[in-house]
């Protein structure tokens, strides 16, 4: 029996031995992989080719993609002159001169002609939403739709997503007035519930409820306000205001959106 337990002992001893050796034997093959893995350094000289071909593509995208001024065609002015006595704060002081081109892609032109409308007033007081992008922008009567009083939209569907360099808007322009809580807007969601990013805002004091914007309040006349999109992308345009220094209507005769299809 004694013999027979002494064996035992010397088996578990042994395998004890051997599991104390193991990891000291792996942690000596790893301190050793570095030196006997000469076949890796060849890796390096096969991986540099993809990320050295990669810039010429950016090079061929910007020749075709040269800048042009973009085409405004404007209507007849309704007024001459500086208008006085509009009391609204952070208000642009008009250029005295007409506003310098605005450059886009070769190729840009206004997605939004003729494209569908809808607006938080589904009934205009006068005219229909259809006069928003009917190309026509003369400042007369029949030339504009009126909404309802306080914060109102119109929503322009593009039909397909464009990447968007600048919208120009013609509120009103018979008479100097200022409209309040500009804002405008670009989606990929119709309901604006998501994706939305906001291009212009000079409701300083968030009395809109769409979070406060940095932008300054300005003057209608028939150049209308150039928005500088930035090449955004999206399908929906919508523009918010709520009333003019005039009354509390929202008025809209043109919004042009200036958009290239994307590829
Ligand atoms: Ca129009
Ligand atoms: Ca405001």
């Excluded at 205009?124 to 306080?150: A, H, M, R, Y």
Aim: glycine share 8%; with cysteine.
């Amino acid at each position: 029996m004694r013999g027979l337990t002494f064996i035992c002992f010397a088996i578990a001893g042994s395998l004890v031995l051997q599991a104390c050796q193991k990891p000291a034997q792996q942690e000596q093959a790893k301190t050793l992989a570095p030196v006997a893995a000469p076949s890796e350094t060849k890796q390096p000289e096969q991986a540099p080719p993809p990320e050295q071909v990669k810039p010429s593509a950016p090079a061929a995208q910007s020749q075709s993609e040269q800048l042009m001024p973009i085409d405004i065609k404007l209507p007849k002015p309704m007024f001459v002159g500086t208008p006085t006595n509009i009391a609204v704060e952070n208000l642009e002081q008009p250029l005295g001169h007409p506003r310098p081109p605005f450059l886009a892609p070769a190729g840009t032109k206004n997605v939004a002609l003729k494209k569908p409308v809808t607006s938080s007033d589904e009934q205009p007081i006068i005219g229909e939403l259809s006069l928003v992008t009917d190309g026509d922008k003369e400042g007369g009567e029949g030339s504009f739709v009126e909404l309802g009083p306080g914060v109102q939209y119109v929503t322009i569907d593009l039909k397909a997503r464009y990447t968007i360099y600048a919208i120009v808007v013609w509120h009103y322009h018979k008479q100097p007035v200022v409209y309040h809580d500009v804002i405008v807007q670009a989606s990929d969601d119709r309901a604006f519930g998501s994706s939305v990013q906001t291009l212009f805002n000079n409701d300083i004091n968030n009395s809109s409820r769409k979070g406060a914007g940095k932008d300054m309040s300005y003057v209608e006349t028939a150049e209308g306000k150039l928005i500088d999109a930035k090449g955004v992308q999206a399908r929906y345009v919508r523009l918010y205001s709520r009333g003019n220094t005039s009354n509390d209507l929202n008025h809209y005769i043109e919004v042009e959106v200036y958009g290239k299809a994307l590829q």
